[in-house]
């Protein structure tokens, strides 16, 4: 074991590779269907959406699939991403545990979604696409669609959620910094947005109907645009593995591997890109780390929610996947400051969740907050909110290890840093902030809205 705190690689050590968990899925992986027929999609309905290149990555079970060079070239201007050990916080929680984290935070636009953003670019300008559209949330994610864009001179359109787009306008600005044209949805530029305005005007809008009106943009512009997906989808989980191919290297220049392995979940990206290397160590290499997926207690996909088909967006216009489901229908807590918001998750995560090869947990807003705050007072970082779902949980492992006395490694993913998040951190230390723990009753009523699938 090294007695050092930074484990840093140099670009040489970039990964050429990406790792495809399809390849070493203990179970087969479910079809995507049809958003109206429910039957099988084709190649032809989805490569309205997206570039061939990125359809058969989505199904590929290729184990690993090069990394195109100007792709590399461009990860070179924040990767490799250095790998830390927590010496400060394992202090202050008096722990024998060693804690790791992966600082995805480093990247231009402060998350790890820029190591999609920009493959995704690559094949679609590689394919002669002029502009894509896309989604976003709070914006990280369309952040990281803006840059690359910029890199590869396309247009981009994001539809990013009312709510965020009046309360949190600097992501809005870097996006247009990028060159995007960003709209507050509900918008009526498309039909799914109209139908929620025509109900509600006042609609703060919700990540499920951004993804509805990113993709009608996409499919009625009779192929002049095409859609970009931020999380969820096989392909962009699978360009984030070079967070974990990455860690698993700097783990061996720590010496030392770990019990256990720690990811926040919205869609699931994040969490598979570092988590994946892992778990194929333990499906295929007889390692045994714990592999552990986070959520919000307010949003809990994987912990409260179904494993069963549903449509991926509000609007029932992108395709039907088998994944834990809250229901399509489903809208946060306006309470909810923590980010993963999604009503499913990644059908690969949800898969192995259900088959027992990740434990998924779902934290408490204050504890999150209360996480991040003691992180950022031992480490100097201050973390995404979302990033702070794993920290939550990696300093209560650390805790059980006390309280055990055992030493365990943990190692965790630290997603992106939250210096356009301190609102939320105000709101917290104002006291304004309430846990809220989704009812079991409203995932029952959800259920009512899923699509009838016969096998
Ligand atoms: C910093 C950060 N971490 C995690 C997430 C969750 O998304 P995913 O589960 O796709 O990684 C987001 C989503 O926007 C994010 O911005």
């Known amino acids: 074991m090294s007695d050092r705190t930074q484990f840093l690689l140099d670009e040489t050590q970039i990964p ?7 390849a070493d899925l203990p179970v087969p992986p479910q079809p995507v269907l049809h958003p109206g027929t429910l039957q099988p999609v084709t190649p032809d309905f989805l ?14 079970t290729e184990r690993y699939i090069e990394i195109p060079e100007p792709v590399r070239d461009i990860y070179r201007l924040w990767r490799p991403t250095p790998m830390r050990r927590a010496v400060r916080l394992e202090r202050l929680l008096d722990t024998p545990a060693h804690i790791y984290y ?8 402060g998350s790890h979604k820029p190591n999609t953003a920009v493959a995704q670019a690559f094949y679609n300008k590689q394919a002669g696409t002029k502009a894509l559209v896309t989604e976003t949330g709070a914006g990280q994610w369309g952040t990281a669609m803006a840059m690359a864009c910029s890199f590869f001179d396309m247009g981009l359109e994001v539809f990013m959620v009312k709510v965020s787009h009046t309360q949190k306008p600097y992501r809005r600005i870097v996006m247009e910094h990028f060159g995007a044209k960003v709209y ?74 770990p019990d256990v392995v720690i990811g926040c979940a919205g869609g699931g990206s994040n969490f598979a890109g570092f988590a994946y290397p892992f778990v194929h160590q333990n499906l295929t290499a007889g390692k045994r780390a714990r592999i552990i997926a986070v959520e919000p207690a307010s949003c809990p996909t994987m912990t409260k929610g179904t494993y069963a088909f549903d449509w991926a967006d509000l609007a029932g216009a992108a395709p039907i996947v088998k994944m834990h489901t809250l229901g399509h229908s489903f809208v946060p807590p306006e309470i909810h400051a923590g980010g993963l918001r999604y009503h499913g998750m990644a059908p690969s995560v949800s898969a192995l969740v259900d088959h027992g090869d990740v434990e998924a947990r779902a934290v408490k807003q204050l504890e999150t907050f209360a996480a991040a705050v003691q992180f950022s007072k031992a480490e100097g970082i201050i973390p995404a909110p979302e990033s702070a779902h794993a920290i939550r949980v990696a300093i209560d492992e650390a805790l059980q290890a006390k309280q055990a006395g055992q030493k365990k490694v943990i190692a965790f ?28 009753e409203k995932v029952r009523e959800a259920l009512s809205t899923l699509p009838q699938i016969t096998p």
Do not use: C
Request: no cysteine.
């Open 16 to 22: 050429r590779a990406w790792y495809n968990i399809n």
């Open 47 to 60: 490569s309205v959406l997206m570039p061939m290149s990125l359809i058969q990555q989505e199904v590929s």
């Open 102 to 109: 992966k600082y995805e935070g480093v990247s231009p636009v």
């Open 184 to 257: 507050a949805s509900p918008t009526n530029l498309t039909q799914s947005g109209r139908a929620v305005l025509e109900k509600d005007p006042d609609s703060p809008g919700s990540l499920g109907l951004t993804l509805s009106e990113a993709v009608e943009t996409a499919a009625v512009s009779g192929g002049a645009k095409k859609y970009a997906a931020g999380s969820v989808l096989g392909h962009v989980l699978m360009h984030q593995t070079v967070i974990g191919l990455e860690a698993l290297q700097q783990m061996e220049m720590a010496g030392e591997y």
């Open 413 to 440: 993913n630290l997603s992106g840093h939250g210096h356009f998040d301190m609102m939320a951190y105000q709101a917290y230390q104002r006291g304004e902030l309430k846990d809220y723990e989704y009812p079991a």
